[in-house]
């Protein structure tokens, strides 16, 4: 048994303000959502929603995650520079080169992500959202293709990546050195058994392949908080 992935969370200050932004950048439509937040559903492939969850923490540090996007011209890069620009994202320096060729931005709430060049071909095969990029070991990079039961599509210079067999973005880690975590992450995975499934023994396997259990003040919810190998927290939710 393997898990699902259900969705990207994304906690916000402003989750309304933050959906109609990600989804006028990616063309998704909104959706009602079972955990009380903003969901956007994908038009494509992707295979999971993103999801926007309220916070009153404000960001701390770069994030441990984000979307890359891809291109298939210099003038289509342009353009989502340009539409992300109008609907508020704004251009940030987290170190790159200035020959690099892809552009890095932030959402309106500073979340980072970039918009990729044409012709990289890492993500040639992909869609408009090429990967959710993550800093991470290559232990993290196995746990989750374990865990969700995808494959490596990547595995070199201890930077790996997995991709679902149907397709959709790659989930890519980029090796040490990691990025030093401030308090909680802003981005994170809700996963799920399939309906069949059980969620304890999910739980239970998760723990065998590496992930822990966490207490991050939940109170009595249907979910259960767990921490990757790296220490990144994600939820296993009820069978679906």
């Not at 969370?9 to 959906?19: G, K, S, T, Y």
């Not at 790159?96 to 500073?110: C, K, N, T, W």
């Not at 060049?117 to 989750?144: H, I, K, M, R, T």
């Not at 059980?198 to 908080?225: F, K």
Request: charged share 20%.
């Amino acid at each position: 048994m393997t898990s699902h992935l259900l969705a990207l969370c994304v906690e916000a200050n402003d989750p309304p303000r933050l959906a109609r932004f990600w989804a006028g950048v990616l063309g998704w439509e909104r959706a009602d959502d079972p955990r009380e937040g903003i969901a956007l559903l994908p038009s494509d492939d992707t295979g999971f929603r993103v999801r926007f969850l309220l916070t009153q923490a404000q960001k701390a540090g770069k994030n441990r995650m984000h979307f890359d996007l891809t291109s298939t011209s210099l003038a289509g890069q342009q353009q989502t520079v340009a539409r992300s620009l109008e609907l508020g994202a704004r251009h940030i320096d987290i170190g790159q080169r200035p020959d690099e060729p892809h552009v890095v931005l932030a959402d309106p709430e500073g979340n980072e992500f970039c918009v990729i060049e044409p012709g990289n071909g890492f993500l040639a095969d992909c869609g408009f959202l090429g990967a959710v990029a993550c800093d991470g070991s290559q232990d993290v990079g196995y746990f989750w293709g374990q865990a969700l039961g995808w494959p490596l599509v990547w595995d070199q210079d201890q930077e790996t990546a997995i991709r679902s067999p149907h397709g959709g973005p790659k989930i890519t880690w980029g090796g040490p050195p990691l990025t030093p975590k401030a308090g909680k992450n802003r981005l994170h995975f809700d996963i799920a058994p399939p309906v069949d499934g059980d969620q304890q023994a999910e739980v239970e396997r998760l723990v065998s392949l590496g992930a822990t259990r966490l207490d991050i003040g939940q109170g009595e919810v249907s979910w259960v908080v767990m921490a990757d190998p790296d220490g990144n927290e994600f939820c296993v939710l009820t069978p679906r």
